[in-house]
C-alpha cells in the first residue's frame, strides 16, 4: 500500500497573541480539525508555544 500524507502544524493563539492552554479550547480546535480528516500526531511545546503536527490521507 502506497499511502500519500498531507501535514498540517497549528499554534492555537488566544485573544491577547499567547498560546492557548484552556483543555476545552483546544478540544474543541482538535475536534473541529478531527471532523475535517485530520488526526494529531504529535503535540510539543516550543518556548512559550504550544504546536499541533496533524496528518490526513490525501
Do not use: I
Request: proline share 3%; no cysteine.
Amino acid at each position: 500500500m502506497n499511502d500519500r500524507w498531507e501535514y498540517k502544524v497549528l499554534a492555537p493563539r488566544n485573544r491577547w497573541g499567547m498560546g492557548e492552554t484552556k483543555p476545552d479550547r483546544l478540544a474543541e480546535l482538535l475536534n473541529r480539525e478531527g471532523a475535517q480528516g485530520w488526526e494529531l500526531v504529535s503535540s510539543v511545546w516550543m518556548g512559550a508555544a504550544l504546536k499541533f503536527f496533524l496528518k490526513r490521507r490525501r
